[in-house]
């Protein structure tokens, strides 16, 4: 069998006018990549929607479990376009299966000249988790990389163990892409 070479993007470099990380930011939305955010639900919530069309946001990924369906939900699904994820902060919760789906979400949305927002309730582990697996099949990235890479612009982040695991796993497999590893028989 061929050694497969992929090849992939240059990885954006950090804006050197960054602002220095406060406490209080753990409740907003960082941009982490252009057009693609991370943060807690309460950066999607009715009261920050012209904060959300500031920003041009035009695709939101909604993370929960669901228990918090009730208070965790899409509010504008008549102004943006969705993908809610029913999924547990547990680390026996498997998200290597979700991640070929929010790929292509996120893609087409910046494809298209969109911008995402991907949010869980508190925009620390498992949004966290989906983001940095998003830079890390894209730039073809280590987990301890895209780890520093996210962390450098919302520096809360903190996946849980069981999802470090899972992604730390996809990467060994390659060069195999993360849709093929949930694929393959």
Same mark, same amino acid.
């Given at each position: 069998? %061929?050694? !497969?070479?992929? %090849?992939?993007?240059?990885?954006?470099?950090?804006?050197?006018?960054? @602002? @220095?990380?406060? =406490?209080?930011?753990?409740?907003?939305? *960082? @941009?982490?990549?252009?057009?693609?955010?991370?943060?807690?639900?309460?950066? +999607?919530? &009715?009261?920050?929607?012209?904060?959300?069309?500031?920003h041009g946001i035009t695709h939101i990924i909604c993370i929960r479990q669901n228990i918090e369906a009730n208070f965790i939900k899409p509010n504008f699904q008549q102004l943006f376009r969705y993908l809610v994820l029913d999924i547990a902060d547990n680390p026996v919760e498997n998200i290597i299966r979700f991640?070929?789906?929010?790929?292509? /979400?996120?893609?087409?949305?910046?494809?298209?000249?969109?911008? !995402?927002?991907?949010?869980?309730?508190?925009?620390?582990?498992?949004?966290?988790?989906? !983001?940095?697996?998003?830079?890390?099949?894209?730039?073809?990235?280590?987990? &301890?990389?895209?780890? +520093? =890479? !996210?962390? %450098?612009? &919302?520096?809360?982040?903190?996946?849980? +163990?069981?999802?470090?695991? *899972?992604? *730390?796993?996809?990467?060994?497999? &390659?060069?195999?892409? /993360?849709?093929?590893?949930? /694929?393959?028989?």
């Open positions: 069998m %061929e050694d !497969v070479k992929l %090849e992939f993007p240059s990885l954006p470099q950090c804006k050197d006018d960054a @602002e @220095e990380w406060t =406490y209080p930011m753990r409740r907003e939305m *960082q @941009e982490i990549l252009p057009g693609l955010f991370l943060g807690p639900y309460s950066s +999607a919530m &009715r009261s920050k929607l012209p904060i959300l069309q500031k991640f070929p789906m929010t790929k292509e /979400f996120i893609d087409g949305s910046l494809q298209n000249g969109g911008k !995402v927002l991907v949010h869980g309730n508190a925009g620390i582990s498992r949004s966290a988790a989906f !983001v940095i697996a998003y830079i890390m099949e894209t730039f073809g990235m280590k987990y &301890r990389d895209a780890f +520093a =890479y !996210v962390q %450098e612009r &919302r520096f809360c982040i903190n996946p849980n +163990a069981g999802f470090v695991h *899972q992604l *730390q796993f996809v990467f060994q497999i &390659r060069p195999y892409t /993360f849709a093929q590893a949930c /694929f393959s028989p």
